[in-house]
């Protein structure tokens, strides 16, 4: 896979497909191929399909230290800029705070904006009380995995897949290095200043019976970006998986 550096990091990514480039950034612990893999042969047809892991994913290694949305913001932005930019740029739950963060600082490399299940500041109690109660069990795995799954899928989808998919989710959702930076970024990002200097047409998608990323704090989100076209889809926070169709239909309407 290509590489590129950024600050202390040598950030990893994928390339599949032709076209105008598109480019897709990852969530809190789980890298770009296990959130947004299964979608990738839904854009190549006519797209450069891009999947970036930051630091604490993938094959994405740096010194270790403690992140910041601006940090992961300019791993993404190398990586844009080593596709020649601009792109159309998607990012999920946390991928989306880095996004946004992106469009803000560098709005010469992103076209359109695409932002899901994402928030804009840290201080809301739901929230807080999430992300540090999810943090607090990273040394029973098994609870932490338990946790994360229950908070990122709709009941719903739980009973739809079966307990033998849903065990297997629980058993990957573990609390690496990664995941607990990623939590740690979460807990204390506040990008409501950045959102003004987002120029890009800019598409939100809220989550109605998101769990993780309570439905409200993404509305919040839409309405400090001037112009934001805002979606919902009935589905918890992972939408990617819960509602794939409805979700790359949206995508791929929009960066047209």
């Known amino acids: 896979m290509p590489t590129v550096s950024a600050g202390t990091a040598t950030v990893s990514y994928q390339v599949a497909g032709s076209g105008p480039g598109l480019v897709f950034v990852h969530g809190t612990g789980f890298g770009a ?35 910041t949305v601006e940090i992961l913001a300019e791993q993404i932005i190398a990586v844009i800029e080593a596709q020649g930019g601009p792109v159309d740029l ?36 739901y929230l807080s009380t999430h992300m540090t109660t999810w943090a607090a069990l990273k040394d029973d795995p098994e609870s932490f995995g338990r946790f994360g799954t229950l908070t990122a899928f709709s009941r719903d989808f739980m009973n739809a897949i079966g307990p033998e998919v849903l065990a297997g989710i629980m058993a990957g959702n573990q609390p690496t290095e990664g995941a607990l930076r990623h939590i740690a970024v979460n807990l204390r990002t506040d990008i409501r200043e950045l959102l003004p200097q987002i120029t890009a047409e800019t598409l939100v998608i809220g989550c109605t019976k998101d769990g993780t990323v309570p439905f409200g704090l993404t509305r919040e989100l839409a309405d400090g970006i001037a112009g934001a076209r805002f979606e919902e889809l009935e589905s918890g926070h992972v939408v990617v998986f819960e509602k794939t169709d409805e979700f790359v239909g949206l995508v791929r309407k929009f960066t047209a």
């Open 33 to 67: 191929q296990g959130t947004f893999g299964h979608l990738v042969e839904q854009f190549t047809a006519d797209r450069t399909v891009v999947l970036p892991d930051f630091a604490g994913c993938g094959e994405t290694v740096d010194d270790g230290g403690e992140l």
């Open 90 to 125: 998607v990012g999920f739950s946390l991928g989306a705070v880095v996004s946004a963060t992106v469009a803000a600082l560098r709005p010469d490399l992103v076209r359109r904006l695409v932002l899901t299940a994402g928030w804009a500041r840290p201080d809301d109690a």
